[in-house]
């Protein structure tokens, strides 16, 4: 992978050649009990693409976007056939590329309640994009089964599109939603 961190103020001063993406983590606290017994916490978005990778919601900025902001929710109300604004606030960080394309990817977090989320989820299926570019919202099992493999550890196996898998992974743990130490231990156990 082969991505630098940028400022999000530098990156808006590139060449108007360069592309520029926007992709948001959507999550919500949870009180829901995997097996009736194990607490949930947090429920946390992504999404299947059409290319069979994991992924977040999002996509490319348009010339008619005015800011990254609106392209994020213009992007996300095609995708999912739900709106959400997004503020500078919510922006978390971006790194450009030089290969394949000139590209900046812009990462978002957006927190919500457990009864939005639910809605983005029931919303989704019925875009008009479901089924062909979005093969559906998946949440993130955050949970770590007695095996040391079941639960976070093996959905951190799967294939991510471009640095989706290590946003996860930085916004789990900024935002407080996985320990530190546990992160650590799926990701040593997922890169056995
Ligand atoms: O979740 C993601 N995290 C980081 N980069 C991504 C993610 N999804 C896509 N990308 C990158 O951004 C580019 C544009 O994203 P996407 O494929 O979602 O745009 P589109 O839906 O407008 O065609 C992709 O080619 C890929 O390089």
Not at 95 to 110: D, G, M, Q, R
Request: aromatic share 8%; proline share 4%.
């Amino acid at each position: 992978m082969n991505c630098k961190l940028i400022s999000r103020e530098k990156s808006l001063q590139l060449p108007s050649a360069v592309k520029h993406a926007c992709h948001a983590m959507l999550y919500a606290p949870s009180d829901e009990k995997l097996f009736s017994h194990i607490p949930v916490k947090y429920a946390v978005l992504m999404q299947m693409r059409f290319d069979g990778q994991l992924g977040f919601p999002g996509g490319f900025v348009d010339l008619s976007d005015r800011t990254l902001e609106e392209g994020l929710k213009r992007e996300l109300s095609e995708e999912l056939d739900y709106t959400l604004d997004f503020a500078e606030s919510d922006h978390m960080y971006c790194h450009i590329w030089e290969e394949p394309i000139h590209l900046v990817t812009h990462f978002y977090t957006k927190r919500l309640t457990l009864a939005e989320l639910r809605a983005v989820e029931a919303a989704a299926v019925q875009g008009k994009e479901f089924g062909l570019e979005t093969m559906g919202l998946v949440r993130v099992p955050l949970f770590f089964l007695h095996d040391g493999k079941g639960g976070l550890p093996s959905f951190l196996c799967n294939n991510f599109i471009g640095n989706a898998r290590s946003q996860l992974v930085d916004a789990l743990k900024s935002l407080g939603i996985v320990k530190e130490e546990q992160l650590k231990s799926a990701l040593k156990s997922s890169s056995r």
